[in-house]
């Protein structure tokens, strides 16, 4: 694989990803209006129970409203990597997938470009809500809109590529709806994103124990530092952990030879 080789297919998947996602404006439309729901009706009645919410560790008061933001790019970008998912497993029943898996250049490089391709698509959604909530008075400092972009796109990786994980052991695409409610819904409850896991210590430890472990819990805050200029360490290592410990196992999975896709006949079948 010489270097233009490898270009040419990172551009060749993301003007596919990129025309897909063009053509699905419905998987845009749902991809802002879930989070923007819960930003404008649910914020009320939270901020009523919450009141005003703490940033750790420099105790800085924020109304609720501008605390759930980070929580909900996360989970435009959980809901973005499930949706590329899906269309791996449609890929892979439509015999797409083996197509592009059988092409000379390594396998896990072509999974990467992938992943690549829909953290992009991740990105821009985000900034889209970001712009979006700032027409309803919700806005960050100005130099976090910068500052946050390594962050999504570390985020929007592990996030993806977790999502790749699962669309592994997904046969069909009517088990997807068990993954989004027995996976998807836990991993967004049980974290950072709605409240605080100080405030979550309060009521149950064990609760707070799971959380503290969640990969998503930890993504968040990495965005939420970001979006402040801030860098959380703890959370960047445990990102990026849960990144290669993801994408090994990825790898492996879509390798025909030892992982998922030998059990299932490969990746067309």
């Known amino acids: ?34 989070p923007l729901v819960w930003l404008i009706i649910f914020t009320a009645g939270f901020r009523a129970a ?16 501008v605390y759930i933001v980070p929580g909900l ?5 959980l809901f ?3 949706q590329s998912s899906l269309s791996m497993v449609y890929d892979r029943e439509m015999g797409s997938m083996r197509t592009l898996l059988v092409s000379p250049l390594p396998r896990w490089y072509l ?20 712009l979006i909530a700032g027409l309803f008075g919700i806005t960050m400092p100005a130099s976090g809109y ?12 592990m996030l993806g590529v977790f999502a790749m994980l699962l669309s592994s052991v997904i046969k069909q ?26 405030k979550m210590r309060e009521s149950s430890d ?37 990144l290669a410990v993801f994408l090994a196992l990825a790898i492996y999975a879509y390798d025909p030879a030892r992982g998922m896709m030998s059990r299932k006949g490969g990746p067309g079948g």
């Open 73 to 77: 790019i996360g989970m435009v970008q």
């Open 146 to 157: 910068f500052w946050v972009l390594p962050a999504l796109v570390v985020c929007g990786l």
């Open 206 to 242: 064990l609760l707070y124990r799971i959380s503290a472990a969640n990969p998503f819990t930890h993504g968040v805050e990495l965005i939420r530092f970001a979006l402040y200029g801030r860098f959380n360490g703890d959370a960047a290592i445990f990102t990026v952990a849960a």
């Open 111 to 130: 999974l990467i470009c992938k992943l690549l391709a829909g953290t992009l698509v991740s990105v821009l959604q985000v900034y889209t809500f970001l």
């Open 173 to 198: 695409l009517e088990n997807f709806a068990g993954i989004m409610n027995f996976v998807i819904f836990p991993m967004f409850f049980l974290s950072s994103a709605l409240y605080p896991l100080w």
């Open 50 to 65: 919450l009141g005003v919410s703490i940033i750790e560790p420099y105790q800085t008061y924020i109304p609720y409203e």
């Open 80 to 82: 973005n990597g499930m």
């Open 1 to 34: 694989m010489t270097a233009v080789h490898a270009w040419r297919c990172l551009v060749g998947v993301l003007i596919r990803e990129a025309l897909r996602f063009v053509q699905q404006r419905e998987r845009f439309v749902a991809a802002l209006v879930r």
